[in-house]
């Protein structure tokens, strides 16, 4: 047995040389220094890929018995080991902060995703940096880390160019490289790149062929052959988290097409398919039973004949997009084989962060903004009808309809966002590991959870769960190691206790018994009535003899259910869930929620080139009036371009210059835009251009008249019918001088959006203005310094 030189437990490891003789001169011949080793982690670590699909149900991949082929996650499993009984939160967010952590998503401050993150402990999005991530301790322990794809654990206030890094991957999160995006989503053809902290542009156009899950699989498959080629001996942790199949459901038509006709007969006989083959694949037990569809989800047969073509679509294109998303998984997967270390890689295949999500309205969405901002009704089955061939290209920004996230979760109640149930919790997760797995094709069904993945791969690499990093005491990871599953099938789980909560939705196993109660729906985000906690009905489940949660046996077993009800409350005390917090779209407003916000008063100054500002990282302009002006430098040539832009092609609002003239417009989900053009031309010289929006006023999301004025004289009129009330893009940002990603208006394109003039500085102020439409320049920095 060869002893490991290192004491592992303080992280980083203490450098401590011993003591020797040290002599005057070089050439003397008893100078003698033991050679330099570079870190490694112990002999025989085994490398380390971790897959995160996003947004996939249970019931959605071919591997277990979906309609959507997954030939990767297929080979993995018939070379490795499926596990049918894996959690996750119900929510993407949380479950990465517990997978990079081995702790319970409120333990690190994550009780939902970080744009509704509050004061309170356990849904602050901060992490406790007694709470270090796996990233970082196996880099201290000698690996190369790397994560590729999307980083949802960054708080809002912390998300600008500036930081602070700390919650980033490439920070603090301990990955020495990362190429992905910052947020929840990202459009998948015009993406808003980072590489390490710095904001990039994406390497090609959608007209070119650009896929964001092409270009990760790139980085990924090359770091990894580099990594190889130049530190043969040291192990890599890869983390490979793709912003797919979360909406916008982006993918070439060709993959799309793949499934035309497929889902013709609806989502009601779709589950019975998936159902039935589920069983004959042995992924689900014999005498597992289908869950009921409940009444807030409409049959098949209930939905218009006129959209049911737009809902087959709908389908047709998410099946598409996860089925390319497990071609270029495998791409990343070859690579690792191709240089020879497939053998003793550790691959887990995570097929989904959460449930199957239901954030699409009951008819599917054309640009899934319209549901988050309380506009879903804009989107009508007419609408919807004439977008048809656009769904999954990149004039859209789709999300498929709740019939088809509740099929994909079969054979389980619910969806993502309901962590009460299966639906929203239960993802199918393969595990490959050559060297350590000598059984292929195997099945394990011991209950587990994703905090359970940090604990198992420090087992696998012979590394100790540190009791301190970077100075900081450590408190214990709350998982536990799955690697005593990997040789014995029929093992008993010694995971035997897991709480679960999300907006309420809560649920808590215990040794075979579930107690679950549903409290608030995904689709409902804008004023749903929602009953008091003590009176949420509780169910009760034996997941010994019912696999599904398919019988409710609360009215037999009363006491077991006050048991495990006050089991959940002990749990909630210990991890931080308390309060339960219910609240929905309200928490998106800073002052509600009580997070720190990082633009404070009523004005905000900007220059020229700044961008890749997220909507927290501006004054929000919405549900008021206010006022954009800018001081450009017109030289003899008409202006041209943007001077800002926040949002892009599916909402937002513009202050721009076309053949000389200011123009402002303001777009509503991409599907109304109003424009206020200026009766004439800026002239030359120096000068002040200004747009003031006068809000209606009495309620949320009303429009408003515009103004545009040229050195405070009025040079243009118009109005703003109706206004984005809560957010205008997941992924889109603010920009001044030019305009990343998609275009706000229709008038120009990101290519041609560069100012040609100069702008010396643009400032908006919110509600009426005390400066007669002209600002003193003298006066400007003072007035905005004040009202900081």
Not at 30 to 35: I, K, N
Not at 352 to 367: C, I, K, P, R, V
Not at 520 to 549: I, N
Not at 646 to 666: I, N, P, S
């Amino acid at each position: 047995m060869v002893t490991d030189r290192h004491s592992r437990a303080l992280l980083p490891i203490p450098d401590r040389p011993a003591p020797d003789l040290t002599t005057y001169d070089a050439k003397d011949p008893d100078t003698s220094y033991p050679p330099i080793e570079p870190l490694v982690p112990p002999k025989g670590a085994p490398n380390i890929l971790i897959v995160l699909v996003d947004d996939t149900g249970f019931g959605a991949a071919s591997a277990f018995g979906g309609p959507c082929y997954t030939p990767t996650a297929e080979k993995l499993a018939g070379n490795g080991l499926k596990f049918n009984r894996f959690h996750t939160t119900a929510l993407c967010a949380p479950t990465r902060q517990a997978l990079l952590t081995g702790r319970n998503h409120h333990s690190v401050g994550m009780g939902s995703i970080t744009e509704t993150a509050t004061s309170a402990p356990g849904n602050s999005s901060l992490r406790p940096n007694t709470k270090a991530p796996l990233a970082m301790t196996l880099k201290l322990n000698g690996y190369s880390t790397a994560q590729f794809g999307k980083c949802h654990e960054v708080p809002v206030w912390q998300s600008s160019p500036m930081g602070p890094f700390d919650a980033w991957p490439s920070g603090g999160g301990g990955f020495e490289t990362f190429y992905g995006f910052i947020g929840g989503e990202n459009n998948q053809y015009e993406p808003a790149l980072y590489d390490g902290t710095t904001p990039i542009e994406p390497p090609s156009t959608p007209e070119e062929g650009y896929h964001l899950t092409e270009d990760l699989a790139d980085h990924a498959v090359n770091w990894i052959k580099t990594q190889k080629a130049l530190m043969p001996d040291k192990p890599f942790f890869v983390y490979f988290a793709p912003g797919a199949t979360h909406a916008p459901h982006h993918v070439p038509t060709e993959w799309s097409d793949k499934y035309k006709g497929k889902f013709a007969a609806g989502w009601d006989a779709q589950r019975e398919a998936t159902f039935n083959r589920q069983k004959e694949m042995g992924v689900i037990p014999a005498d597992a039973q289908l869950t009921r569809r409940h009444e807030e989800i409409p049959s098949w047969d209930d939905m218009p004949a006129e959209l049911k073509p737009v809902l087959e679509r709908e389908m047709e294109v998410y099946a598409g997009f996860l089925e390319h998303t497990d071609h270029h998984i495998g791409r990343v997967i070859d690579a690792v084989d191709e240089i020879g270390a497939l053998d003793n890689t550790i691959i887990y295949y995570i097929i989904g962060d959460n449930g199957a999500s239901a954030e699409g309205t009951l008819n599917g969405a054309f640009n899934e903004m319209a549901n988050f901002n309380g506009m879903a009704a804009l989107e009508t089955p007419e609408f919807m009808a004439s977008k048809i061939d656009e769904l999954g290209t990149p004039s859209s920004y789709n999300h498929y309809a709740v019939g088809w996230a509740w099929a994909m979760n079969t054979p389980f109640q619910w969806t993502k966002q309901v962590a009460s149930h299966w639906g929203g919790t239960r993802n199918g997760t393969i595990v490959h590991w050559p060297k350590g797995i000598a059984e292929k094709g195997g099945l394990r069904s011991q209950f587990t959870h994703v905090i359970d993945i940090a604990p198992t791969i420090l087992e696998a690499a012979g590394l100790p769960e540190p009791t301190m990093v970077n100075g900081v005491m450590q408190s214990p990871m709350e998982g536990t190691s799955m690697l005593y599953t990997f040789a014995e099938p029929e093992t008993a789980e010694r995971h035997s206790l897991q709480y679960f909560e999300m907006f309420g939705n809560r649920g808590i196993y215990h040794k075979g018994w579930s107690a679950v109660t549903k409290h608030r729906t995904p689709w409902e985000m804008v004023g749903p009535k929602l009953p008091a906690f003590d009176d949420d009905v509780w169910e009760l489940y034996d997941a010994s003899t019912d696999y599904s949660q398919a019988r409710n046996l609360a009215a037999e077993n009363p006491e077991l259910l006050a048991r495990l009800q006050r089991l959940w409350l002990i749990e909630a005390t210990k991890y931080n869930v308390l309060p339960i917090d219910d609240r929905g779209i309200e928490r998106a407003t800073p002052e509600i929620a009580g997070r720190p916000t990082l633009i404070h008063g009523n004005t905000q100054l900007l220059y020229s080139g700044m961008g890749r500002l997220s909507e927290n990282s501006v004054v929000s302009i919405k549900n008021k009036s206010f006022s954009v002006t800018a001081e450009v430098v017109a030289d003899d040539k008409p202006l041209a371009g943007v001077i800002i832009a926040q949002g892009g092609r599916f909402g937002g609002w513009t202050l721009y210059v076309k053949d000389g003239r200011a123009v402002f417009v303001y777009n509503v989900l991409g599907i109304h835009e109003f424009a206020t053009v200026a009766d004439s031309p800026i002239p030359i010289g120096t000068h002040q251009v200004r747009m003031e929006f006068d809000y209606d006023g009495g309620g949320l999301g009303k429009g408003g008249d515009v103004t545009l004025f040229y050195d405070g004289t009025a040079v243009g009129n118009g109005r703003v019918a109706a206004t984005q009330a809560m957010v205008f893009s997941a992924d889109e940002t603010t920009d001044v001088g030019y305009e990343s990603g998609t275009s706000v208006s229709s008038d120009y394109t990101g290519a041609t959006s560069r100012f040609s003039g100069r702008i010396n500085w643009v400032q908006i102020d919110l509600g009426d203005d005390d400066h007669d439409h002209l600002i003193d320049p003298e006066e400007r920095l003072r007035i905005a310094i004040a009202r900081q």
